[in-house]
């Protein structure tokens, strides 16, 4: 090779090295806005389905128009944080001010988005069922299931579901199936009763957590205004330790079931059943509702009270008496 040929076969590697090296700064440049963007979803949701990779997740983000950065700046930046082997199934939210970096560490943490769905107090089980599989976010495994098979698959050892279950807000992801937040229910309600039971009042007349749920499912009823709820558990508990029936309305109802159209009648109160605490003496069998925390802990802590009676005064509150001639007084006040 002659002199000039030399001369002009460095100055092209020169050309090809400068030109090289243009390109890795400009690309290092657009790597490094890539990772300090902030992405352009406004409150978007976008699921990686389980054994979905990266360029997967790289191509809906785009299909979405949340970002159009090529793939390989995402797998750069998931290499460099460590995250490309720990990405985890599930909807990930893009907020506001997302950016690449902590997208993909959202990702890598499972910090997938909850949906919430909340337990109301003075709930029954046949209508939480019903609340349960209106959530289109739950997986519906319940339909068809008889509530004996529900109470075995989440564990539970009573032979009746009314009132097992705590009155909570529960979050939960996509996927998550009506029976696990039944379950979690389930459990955090006998912790807690668990607990509230260790610390009751001494010779109350129940024999037994479950006595104590039964009594609080009957003041979660009978209560209007949550500041009574003590007061009212010290009526009913006077009531049982004096052998006196609790005659109390809720129960009556509970019994009746479906044939209750909303007006409860005499003949209601004197039709015997196992729920009938008109005609029979102590606690139904089981609770009719789903108590509160508060209703739990006003049964093991009732009110000291001298007073054996209640009636509704139209306004969510009770008057208490303690004799039958205040009681009848009462009723003819607020009721007649």
């Known amino acids: 090779m002659t002199q000039s040929g030399r001369i002009r076969w460095v100055l092209l590697l020169a050309l ?4 090289l090296s243009a390109a890795a700064i400009w690309a290092w440049r657009e790597y490094q806005r890539f990772t300090l963007a902030t ?3 406004n409150d978007e949701v976008i699921e990686l389905k389980r054994g979905e990779s990266l360029p997967t997740f790289v191509a809906k983000l785009k299909d979405r128009g949340v970002s159009a950065a090529p793939e390989w700046q995402w797998r750069l930046l998931a290499q460099q944080m460590q995250v490309a082997q720990r990405l985890q199934a599930g909807e990930y939210r ?26 109301l107090e003075g709930t029954r089980f046949r209508d ?23 109470l075995t698959r989440i564990g539970a050892t009573e032979a009746h579901p009314e009132g097992l279950f705590l009155p909570d807000t529960y979050f939960f992801p996509r996927g998550f199936s009506d029976l696990d937040l039944l379950k979690r229910a389930y459990w955090d309600q006998k912790e807690l009763l668990e607990r509230l039971w260790q610390k009751r009042q001494e010779n109350l007349p129940l024999s037994d957590p479950y006595e104590a749920l039964i009594l609080a499912s009957v003041i979660e009823k009978e209560t209007g ?3 009574e709820r003590p007061l009212i558990a010290g009526v009913f508990v006077n009531r049982l330790r004096q052998g006196w029936r609790l ?4 129960t009556v109802i509970y019994g009746l079931g479906n044939a209750f159209d909303g007006n409860l009648r005499r003949v209601h109160l ?6 009938n605490t008109y005609t029979r003496f102590g606690l139904p069998p089981t609770p009719i509702a789903l108590p509160s925390p508060a209703a739990i802990e006003a049964a093991l802590q009732p009110q000291a009270t001298e007073a054996m009676y209640f009636v509704a005064k139209g306004d969510g509150s009770h008057q208490f008496s303690r004799t039958l001639e205040e009681h009848n007084r009462a009723v003819r006040e607020y009721q007649l």
């Open 128 to 150: 939480l069922r019903v609340a349960l599989a209106g959530v289109p976010e739950l997986e519906s495994t319940l339909t068809g299931l008889p509530d004996n098979d529900v």
């Open 270 to 275: 004197e039709t015997d059943t196992p729920y």
């Open 16 to 19: 090809i090295a400068g030109a």
């Open 39 to 41: 992405l352009q979803g």
């Open 94 to 119: 893009i907020g506001s001010n997302a950016t690449p970096r902590s997208l993909l560490q959202a990702v890598a943490d499972g910090k997938v988005v909850q949906y919430r769905f909340t337990i």
């Open 225 to 227: 205004k949550a500041a």
């Open 247 to 250: 005659q109390t309305d809720p």
